[in-house]
């Protein structure tokens, strides 16, 4: 196992505490993404989880979420806002603001596949593409 993890697991009641009282599918799903981003931490040469900093929490967004479906991220990122609020880790996620990103590229894919311009359609229109994606 890695270092991350034994530190994890050592101290993971403080790092995952139950208190909104999940389910234990649901608590042991944010465990395994808190894990996985752990191993991506550690594949970057992290060696004590007080060691991640910002720039690792990018890097995973980045490579690791970009392929991931807007709900699968939202999660990702509140149980990785949770345990870097446990952790004290001086680590900024704004689950909304990412998913929002990530909205307005997929808008901006779309218009290029209706040989579109913004200027062709409404802001009302828009807000509307925007809520289905």
């Known amino acids: 196992m890695s270092r991350l993890i034994d530190e994890f697991e050592r101290k993971r009641r403080?790092?995952?505490a139950n208190k909104r009282q999940y389910s234990?599918?649901?608590n042991f799903?944010?465990?395994q993404k808190i894990r996985k981003f752990l191993l991506f931490c550690e594949n970057l040469g992290v060696k004590k989880i007080r060691d991640i900093n910002q720039s690792h929490y990018r890097q995973f967004?980045?490579?690791f979420?970009?392929?991931?479906?807007t709900e699968t991220k939202r999660k990702y990122l509140y149980a990785l806002r949770e345990f870097f609020e446990r952790a004290h880790l001086p680590i900024i996620?704004?689950?909304?603001?990412?998913?929002?990103r990530t909205k307005e590229k997929k808008?901006?894919?779309?218009l290029k596949?209706?040989?579109?311009?913004?200027?062709?359609?409404?802001?009302?229109?828009?807000?509307?593409?925007?809520?289905?994606?």
Request: hydrophobic content about 35%.
């Open 14 to 16: 403080i790092y995952v």
């Open 24 to 26: 234990k599918k649901s």
């Open 29 to 31: 799903e944010r465990i």
């Open 61 to 63: 967004v980045s490579e």
């Open 65 to 69: 979420l970009n392929t991931k479906s």
């Open 93 to 100: 996620v704004n689950p909304s603001s990412n998913i929002n």
């Open 107 to 110: 808008f901006s894919k779309l």
């Open 113 to 133: 596949i209706l040989n579109l311009i913004e200027d062709d359609i409404t802001q009302e229109q828009k807000n509307k593409i925007l809520e289905l994606l």
